[in-house]
């Protein structure tokens, strides 16, 4: 199993708005970085897009608990199954967040994935950041 955890940013708006947010997954698309992402597609519990020189990724929403914790899983679009859990901890008003990929990737995959991964998942929590701070 893959561990990936990405950088823990505050945002200055509590964890409950942070929540309703990142819930409907037609928001999902402003977290990316736009000039590696093509292809998007939403209906607002599930996504997909085509990542730049890599695979389509499938995500859904599969759980949690409101407001600190929001479980993503992959779909049948994705090269390999893996969740991705979202944590969001409030302390008077300010959240920090951060996100935690668990996948099941053989290790020549993983060499070949785990940098741009980490890269794609600090740039999502700098996006949460930049959009609600």
Not at 24 to 43: A, H, V
């Amino acid at each position: 199993m893959t561990t990936i955890e990405s950088k823990h940013v505050e945002i200055r708006k509590g964890a409950t708005e942070l929540y309703v947010f990142l819930q409907d997954m037609n928001n999902f698309q402003q977290l990316l970085p736009k000039d590696r992402i093509s292809e998007w597609k939403s209906d607002g519990r599930s996504c997909s897009f085509k990542v730049q020189g890599a695979a389509t990724i499938g995500l859904e929403l599969a759980g949690g608990e409101a407001p600190g914790h929001l479980m993503l899983k992959a779909t049948e679009r994705s090269p390999f199954p893996f969740t991705l859990d979202v944590f969001l901890k409030e302390n008077g008003g300010t959240t920090t967040a951060w996100q935690e990929f668990k996948g099941e990737i053989n290790p020549f995959i993983k060499m070949m994935v785990e940098k741009p991964l980490k890269n794609l998942f600090d740039h999502i929590a700098d996006r949460m950041a930049a959009i609600h701070g």
